[in-house]
């Protein structure tokens, strides 16, 4: 009669478990198509953030930048050759028009000469005609003055056009050299712009380059890897390893849908064996249902595990390591467990 009051444990099982580490996994993945030139990628291996894990081949961004910045050298002397030319502009123009205001002062030096000499043959015809009324000076003497009055006179009219011209010529080579200059300053501005344009693609080139080193992300240490060697071309999104960020050790387990849902909760005991270590010679690894994931994925329900402090298990535990896992998920009587065999076996055979 005792023997019917009896417990005994049912346990769920799951052959799909493994040790992992209780905190975010960060993917190395490659950004674009290349040929690996360089690779530092170890499982286990701690990593800082910004440390180059992987190299690949910058030549082609290279070559395209130099090329980039060849051009852009000779843009920019051009550049400083044509505003030279502008400074030239603008010093040939100070200078000339402090030379066309000496002449223009000079011309007009010239006028004003011409002019007391119109003033000094006007006094002298007036004085011949005066004598010619009273018969001192002959006709001839009238006439000869007259036509020096209206040589003096023309050349007066000659260096006032000249004095005239001096202003309008200055102001025809200002305009020439304003069209020059506002040529010279139309090239530049085409060359900035061509300029500014290589300056983009250099940035571009750059960020390429350093998007061909693949940094990691975290600190932490290597958790998986693919095998990458050397020589080899990757994908762009392809994943070329995941990094793992400090963190206690836990277990994680699938178990199919009906067998997680309203039985395995948290606080229930577990034991995991791990493969490759045989559980009577370094025993197995005491755990405690922690969490049970509220939703299925591929027909199954992830199921965490806390890895209870007085493990007898006499290895190292490492993230990574497969096993299968216990699940002390209720107590039953002898009798309770065959009445419900017989239930279960009733109820298949309608």
């Not at 020589?231 to 836990?250: C, D, K, N, T, Y």
């Amino acid at each position: 009669m005792g023997a019917s009051w009896a417990q005994i444990t049912l346990y769920e099982v799951s052959q799909k478990a493994r040790v992992e580490l209780d905190s975010a996994t960060y993917p190395v993945e490659s950004p674009l198509l290349g040929r690996v030139v360089q690779t530092s990628l170890h499982v286990g291996q701690v990593v800082h953030r910004g440390e180059v894990l992987v190299e690949i081949d910058p030549v082609p961004d290279q070559l395209q930048l130099r090329q980039q910045q060849a051009a852009a050298g000779g843009l920019g002397a051009e550049v400083e050759r044509l505003r030279a030319q502008i400074g030239d502009e603008e010093k040939a123009r100070f200078e000339e028009q402090r030379t066309a205001a000496v002449s223009a002062e000079e011309a007009q030096n010239r006028v004003r000469e011409a002019g007391a000499t119109v003033e000094y043959a006007k006094a002298e015809l007036s004085r011949t005609q005066r004598l010619q009324r009273e018969g001192l000076a002959p006709e001839r003497d009238v006439e000869k003055v007259g036509a020096e009055l209206d040589r003096q006179r023309a050349v007066v009219a000659t260096m006032e056009s000249a004095a005239r011209r001096i202003p309008q010529e200055q102001l025809t080579r200002e305009r020439e050299r304003d069209v020059r200059i506002a040529r010279l300053h139309g090239e530049i501005a085409s060359l900035e712009t061509q300029r500014n344009t290589l300056n983009v693609g250099m940035d571009r080139a750059n960020y390429e380059i350093e998007r061909r080193e693949v940094r990691a992300p975290v600190d932490g240490r290597i958790g998986e890897t693919t095998i990458l060697r050397t020589g080899a071309v990757v994908q762009p999104g392809e994943r070329l390893a995941s990094i793992f960020s400090s963190g206690r050790l836990i277990v994680a387990a699938e178990f199919p849908a009906n067998a997680a849902f309203g039985r395995i909760q948290p606080g229930q005991p577990a034991r995991m064996r791990l493969d490759g270590f045989p559980w009577a010679e370094f025993g197995a690894v005491p755990a405690k249902v922690s969490q049970v994931a509220a939703e299925i994925r591929d027909s199954n329900v992830r199921v965490e595990f806390e890895i209870q402090p007085d493990s007898s298990f006499r290895g190292k535990l490492e993230h990574g390591m497969p096993g299968s896992i216990d699940v002390a998920v209720e107590h039953v009587t002898p009798l309770s467990l065959i009445l419900r065999t017989a239930g279960q076996w009733l109820t298949a055979q309608r």
